[in-house]
């Protein structure tokens, strides 16, 4: 054996380094659901920055130095508070906010959401059967971007009181609102549960057409 790692310590170094690199530095993540829709579909990889807000040792949650603030809008990556699973949202409410949600609604601060009607999509949601996307865009104090609802399913989040966020926790939803586990679900995400912010699409491949090339989503900045 140590005859091997001595032939073979470039290669093992190289492992070492990129090993970090994707678990301090930045990382990539591919996208398994429709949780993000429209602005993230599966087979979607997004770059993602871990720099963005912590420098962490790698492989752990310790944060050794705070180097950005997360913006209300931010699509960001991070580990679920219940049971530990990647997820990628929005962040929606910062630390201090009091934020509810009336019928779809998102009042913030006291200043209730704008939206403007897009345009429709199919969905096809497992057992359900194909359903018709309502496309909007939501517009609130700081940022504007795209979401979907699904007025067809029963029983979806659609509102709840208000809440105020804690120190260092943030409130996030998924963009296609009727058919994401979030925040609504799983409550606060504390700031050393940030992963990093996703920046825009590497590549991406229709899962659903033998992995077709997206070729116009390739490089596409997240917004």
Do not use: C
């Not at 429209?38 to 770059?47: A, H, I, K, T």
């Not at 517009?139 to 804690?166: K, M, Y």
């Amino acid at each position: 054996m140590s005859t091997w790692m001595r032939a073979n310590k470039g290669f093992l170094m190289f492992l070492l380094l990129f090993g970090v690199f994707r678990t301090a530095v930045a990382d990539w993540n591919p996208i398994p659901s429709a949780s993000m829709r429209p602005n993230l579909l599966e087979g979607d990889v997004v770059f993602v920055n871990r720099l963005a807000f912590n420098l962490k040792v790698p492989l752990t949650d310790i944060v050794l130095q705070r180097l950005g603030e997360p913006q209300r809008g931010d699509i960001v990556t991070f580990s679920s508070p219940k049971d530990g699973t990647r997820l990628i949202k929005r962040i929606i409410a910062l630390p201090g906010d009091t934020i509810e949600m009336r019928n779809e609604q998102l009042v913030i601060n006291g200043q209730p959401a704008q939206y403007t009607a897009l345009d429709t999509a199919p969905e096809t949601i497992a057992h359900v059967g194909q359903l018709t996307a309502q496309r909007i865009s939501e517009r609130n104090q700081t940022e504007q971007h795209r979401i979907q609802v699904l007025p067809q399913i029963a029983g979806a989040a659609r509102s709840f009181a208000p809440v105020t966020v804690p120190a260092d926790h943030f409130l996030m939803l998924g963009d296609n609102r009727d058919n994401s586990a979030d925040s609504r679900y799983f409550g606060f995400v504390p700031r050393e549960l940030l992963i990093g912010k996703a920046e825009r699409i590497l590549v991406s491949a229709n899962i659903q057409e033998h992995w077709q090339p997206r070729l116009q989503r390739f490089g596409m900045k997240l917004e």
